[in-house]
């Protein structure tokens, strides 16, 4: 089965659906990408992309909400603070790291740094 986006005007995605392979075939039998998103616009219109659970196609599974970078080629989840920045697997890294105890942490912002979450 293949995954496919849909995106509105911005490139966020709007909406996942799964596609049968056979609705990728081309003449010669060979998957294609154009062929899903001919098939996705035949039921839903709009824009299409093609998507995988395994990151294999644009580094991320397209998730609601996920904004497709055209210039990495890649679904990017939504920036969780404004400090952090895009690694080269299209995923959002803190400036700095989180301890690596086994402690737990949540990110603040304003301090710029991991907090110890204390029940």
């Known amino acids: 089965m293949a995954h496919f986006a849909q995106l509105d005007e911005n490139n966020v995605v709007t ?6 392979n056979n609705e990728l075939l081309d003449e010669n039998g060979v998957e294609s990408e ?9 039921l839903f219109g709009g824009n299409w992309k093609q998507t995988s659970y395994n990151g294999n196609i644009r580094k991320n599974y397209a998730g609601i909400g996920y904004t497709y ?13 404004s400090s952090w920045m895009l690694n ?20 603040d912002e304003t301090q ?3 907090i110890e979450v204390t029940e």
């Open 15 to 20: 909406n996942v659906i799964v596609v049968h």
């Open 34 to 42: 154009a062929k899903g998103i001919v098939f996705c616009q035949s």
């Open 69 to 81: 970078r055209e210039d990495i080629d890649a679904f990017v989840p939504p920036q969780p603070y």
């Open 88 to 107: 080269g697997k299209a995923q959002w890294e803190a400036p700095v790291a989180m301890p690596t105890d086994d402690k737990r942490y949540s990110w």
């Open 112 to 114: 710029q740094n991991w």
